[in-house]
């Protein structure tokens, strides 16, 4: 009879045995997931202490936010308020924006979770600041508004506003007297109860305490608008308006033409046109602050404080007492200039 050879049987139960061991170190199956922090903690504002900048001169803000473990959260949506808007604005992009002097405090926010920090805002001024309608609008519809505060300044406050075809305004009573240009558009006003046509490249002078408001915007609508903080016209209606052919009536193409077309006690409102061929004009100095809105034309404005290229649509306020002229001009070149005669 056969011997049964059993020198197998230690090896079998020595490789079962690892067998048992692997499968329960696997906890029947079954492995644990740590699951992320992703609940914000803490939120800190990256932003300096103070800002100085020119009025509506924007700096952009940001934050981080942390977890419990101090682990960065990307991607958190959070809110931005300032504790006073009259000072400095901030968008929901963190976006501040400079309006006048003071201390705030900006807070960011995720539901109830708050970051909070101190800025110091210094606006400051110069004399010569300069726009454009382009860039206006750009800040309007990055601020999700249609009227923006540009220039506020001891004799004059302009505003740019920026309407929509069907729009209207609340009806308001200024106490000082007021110039509407329409550089793009057109609209019906009411003003003291009559109602007024406003053609596109028309200007209106709304005196002061008298009330005011658009009804409808007739086409898409961008008016500039300058308050004079000092002094009263001696228009004898509540209004006085004035056309762009009223404006360019006594036009030269050989020389430079100075058109005061509003000529009242508190300010002077005209269209200086220069022809291409005349080359611009020499320095001029005045004792009172100017506004400039270039209609029509490319040149160069040369002031004591630096130079511009000016094209359609520019805007520039100068400071009295600075030295300015136009130059380099590559073609006709129509401005409207607002003098605040009282001071």
């Known amino acids: 009879m056969k011997k049964e050879n059993f020198n197998y049987l230690p090896k079998l139960w020595v490789l079962v045995l690892i067998t048992v061991l692997a499968c329960t170190s696997k906890d029947d199956g079954i492995s644990e997931t740590v699951e992320a922090n992703t609940t914000p903690a ?3 504002i990256n932003a300096e202490s103070s800002y100085e900048g020119l009025l509506n001169e ?3 803000l940001t934050a981080i936010v942390t977890n419990s473990d101090g682990e960065v959260l990307d991607g958190q949506t959070i809110g931005w ?6 000072i ?12 006048s002097d003071g201390q705030i405090l900006i807070t960011a926010s995720i539901g109830t979770l708050e970051g909070i920090k101190t800025i110091t805002i210094d606006r400051t001024t110069t004399d010569l600041i300069t726009f454009t309608v382009e860039d206006l609008s750009d800040q309007l519809s990055a601020l999700g508004e249609t009227s923006l505060v540009f220039l506020d300044v001891y004799r004059m406050t302009g505003t740019f506003i920026e309407l929509n075809q069907g729009d209207s305004t609340e009806e308001t009573t200024v106490n000082r007297d007021e110039v509407y240009y329409f550089y793009k558009g057109s609209a019906v006003m009411n003003i003291e109860g009559e109602v007024v046509t406003i053609e596109e490249e028309s200007a209106v002078l709304i005196t002061a305490n008298s009330r005011r408001s658009i009804t409808s ?3 898409d609508a961008q008016i500039i608008v300058t308050k004079i903080n000092t002094g009263l016209s001696l228009v004898p209606s509540s209004y ?3 056309s762009r052919a009223q404006m360019e009536g006594p036009r030269d193409p050989n020389q430079n033409v100075w058109n005061p077309f509003m000529d009242e006690e508190s300010v002077i409102f005209g269209m200086y046109m220069l022809p291409q061929v005349a080359g611009g004009d020499t320095r001029l100095e005045h004792d009172f602050d100017e506004l400039n809105i270039v209609t029509r034309g490319l040149s ?3 002031t004591d404080e630096g130079e511009v290229q000016l094209e359609p649509g520019s805007i520039m306020y100068v400071r009295e007492a600075n030295g300015h002229a136009f130059k380099n001009l590559s073609t006709d070149t129509d401005v409207l200039i607002l003098w605040n005669t009282q001071g």
Do not use: C, D, H, K
């Open 240 to 242: 006085a308006m004035y």
């Open 300 to 302: 160069r404005f040369l």
């Open 42 to 44: 803490n939120i800190i």
């Open 81 to 86: 308020t300032s504790s006073n808007p009259e």
């Open 58 to 60: 924007a700096f952009q």
């Open 88 to 99: 400095a604005s901030i968008n929901g992009s963190g976006l501040l924006r400079v309006l």
């Open 217 to 219: 915007v007739s086409a």
